[in-house]
Nanobody, 121 residues
Framework: QVQLVESGGGLVQAGGSLTLSCAAS????????LSWFRQAPGKEREFVAT????????YYADSVKGRFTISRDSAKNTVYLQMSSLKPEDTAVYYC??????????????WGQGTQVTVSS
């Protein structure tokens, strides 16, 4: 069992930056691929970024590539999402997720409760 708790969301102006954190419980943190997803009002939940177990590889949605950076700290059991050059269309609830290897919404084994990010124009 893995429990995920996100933090760091808030209100930021367009062009600004924000860093989200997701603290994971459990000794099996290193066994999971960790991802961030987001869901805007009235829209489907969508993939944002993934970091592999060893942090050897990262993957990003085209919409955030070059602006967002995902990383993980195994010593702290935490995964981060650094967001810069934020746009109003980045406004959404951001979710941390853990999986055995899936990059899709349905492929995740555990989810956090989500943290709201609002970007004002």
């Amino acid at each position: 069992q893995v429990q995920l708790v996100e933090s760091g969301g808030g209100l930021v102006q367009a062009g600004g930056s924000l860093t989200l954190s997701c603290a994971a419980s459990g000794r099996t943190f290193r066994s999971y691929v960790l991802s961030w997803f987001r869901q805007a009002p009235g829209k489907e939940r969508e993939f944002v970024a993934t970091v592999t177990r060893s942090a050897g590889a990262t993957y990003y949605a085209d919409s955030v590539k070059g602006r967002f950076t995902i990383s993980r700290d195994s010593a702290k059991n935490t995964v981060y999402l650094q967001m810069s050059s934020l746009k109003p269309e980045d406004t959404a609830v951001y979710y941390c997720a853990a999986s055995a290897g899936g990059l899709t919404v349905t492929g995740q084994d555990y989810w956090g409760q989500g943290t709201q990010v609002t970007v004002s124009s």
